[in-house]
């Protein structure tokens, strides 16, 4: 899906003149989003999906799911995906399935292609093909199915040839990316045999997995998860039916959190607080440990600045989606930020360290770059274009610095529509009152 078409080549960044004073509503998780509808297809009878994301990423899912015979309507206006369930069986016997660069899609669908009978093909842009899933077909082949890399490379295109899924066991490495163990977990419960997945290696992103297991148990099915080493999904569960109500998207609400930080102001985003299973929502901790004030009722988060921001030296690991909105204000505080853990960023939309680095030496700031992470030293941040690289993080990261400092021109603004659509108007309305 093309981006918009609405936006120019590069957007300036108006630095804000006093500190916000806002409450910002945000779009729901694509997380949530990208569990909530392969679950509904999966389950029995019809589901509907409120509070849903709407973007490339929840659009690649849902258009997928259709063309696997599993109907899927969509009310932009109401933020509604309804999905009539086909009973953890998938309706077509083959399908060529367009993924774009959604890592969730991919990922969860490969999995929930195994189900079928059938010969599946599903393939994305150019960076997916650079994305692994070797060790989700792994764990596959070691179930029976016929999955494979096209060409080799450990990466989409992938080819499934299925025959059913009975379950059984198979082990999982789990050092790139949660999303392989997410994707089989969704598949378990509907297998005969059920699944028992042993994780090699320090898995990675491991709230994400919390989020599996609580939208499949609020679809009616259960797993154990043995400290993340072991996990254990009993089979013959059918998911039922439900009416399903997504989150606000925490990892979008980094921005937000990261405006109030650098402009010393407020920042509250209604609908995440401590009920909330989102790791990215404990970015918010980051901020507190630089100095900000958090508050957190059940339902809300609000941020308050400091006069200026302290250093941190901080692992990322579980919250890596918010590395990038650390990083790009990082030069903006007193001390020095280092960001550890995190190697797997490299295999996202891009070589999310490289980039951070590359384009914060483009601004003239003092950066280390480590394999696992970087160092980031307080700088004063020039004028300049950054560069985007079609990674929606690095254009909402930058524009947070950008609205600190002047000057700071944004590439390829439309990027932002893999998770955040309307990012550009909501920090618009976030910064009106101080432009
Ligand atoms: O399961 C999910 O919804 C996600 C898991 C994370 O990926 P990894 O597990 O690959 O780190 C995260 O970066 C991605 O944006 C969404
Ligand atoms: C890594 C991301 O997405 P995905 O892996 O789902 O493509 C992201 O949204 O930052």
Not at 153 to 156: E, I, L, N, R, V
Not at 315 to 321: C, E, K, L, R, V
Not at 341 to 349: F, L, P, Q
Not at 415 to 420: E, P
């Given at each position: 899906m093309a981006q918009s078409p609405r936006y120019p080549d590069e957007i300036e960044i108006q630095p804000v003149r006093a500190p916000v004073d806002v409450e910002v509503a945000v779009p729901g998780s694509k997380s949530d989003t990208n569990r909530a509808l392969p679950i509904a297809a999966l389950a029995d009878g019809t589901s509907v999906i409120r509070g849903a994301l709407f973007s490339n990423d929840t659009h690649y899912m849902a258009a997928a799911l259709n063309a696997l015979g599993i109907h899927v309507t969509a009310s932009r206006e109401d933020r509604t995906f309804t999905v009539a369930g086909a009973g953890g069986s998938i309706?077509?016997?083959?399908a060529s399935l367009v993924i774009g660069n959604s890592g969730t899609t991919a990922r969860f669908l490969t999995a929930l292609l195994a189900l079928g009978r059938g010969e599946y093909v599903l393939d994305g842009v150019e960076r997916m093909r650079q994305r692994p899933i070797q060790p989700l077909l792994n764990a596959l082949q070691q179930l029976g199915v016929d999955a494979v890399s096209i060409h080799g490379?450990?990466?989409?295109p992938v080819r499934i040839r299925a025959n059913g899924l009975r379950g059984g066991h198979t082990r999982l490495d789990g050092r790139e990316s949660s999303q392989f163990l997410s994707a089989l977990l969704m598949v378990g419960p509907c297998t005969p045999d059920g699944l028992t997945i042993d994780i090699e290696g320090d898995l990675v992103s491991k709230p994400y997995v919390d989020l599996t297991a609580s939208t499949m148990a609020a679809f009616g099915a259960t797993l154990t998860n043995e400290r993340y080493r072991r996990f254990v999904v009993p089979g013959e569960q059918r998911y039922r039916a439900t009416e399903y109500q997504v989150e606000p998207d925490a990892s979008a609400a980094s921005y937000f959190f990261a405006l109030a930080a650098v402009t010393g102001g407020r920042v509250r985003v209604p609908g995440l607080g401590s009920r909330s299973l989102q790791g990215d929502l404990r970015f918010v901790e980051v901020l507190e440990r630089m100095g900000c004030t958090v508050e957190m009722t059940a339902d809300a988060t609000e941020v308050r600045g400091p006069e200026r921001l302290a250093g941190i030296d901080v692992?990322?690991?579980?919250?890596?989606?918010t590395a990038q909105t650390l990083a790009a204000i990082a030069p903006l505080a007193s001390g020095p930020v280092a960001i550890r853990?995190?190697?797997?960023?490299?295999?996202?939309?891009?070589?999310r360290i490289s980039a951070v680095v590359t384009e914060l030496r483009r601004l003239g700031v003092r950066v280390e770059e480590m394999p696992d992470g970087l160092v980031v030293y307080p700088s004063p941040v020039r004028p300049g274009r950054v560069e985007t690289y079609d990674d929606h993080r690095m254009a909402m990261s930058f524009a947070i610095l950008g609205c600190a400092t002047p000057g700071i021109r944004i590439a390829d603004?439309?990027?932002?529509?893999?998770?955040?659509?309307e990012f550009w108007d909501t920090l618009a309305a976030a910064t009106a009152g101080v432009r």
């Open positions: 309706p077509a016997r083959s490379t450990g990466c989409p692992d990322m690991n579980a919250i890596s989606d853990n995190v190697a797997h960023i490299r295999a996202k939309e891009t070589d603004p439309g990027c932002v529509a893999k998770t955040f659509p």
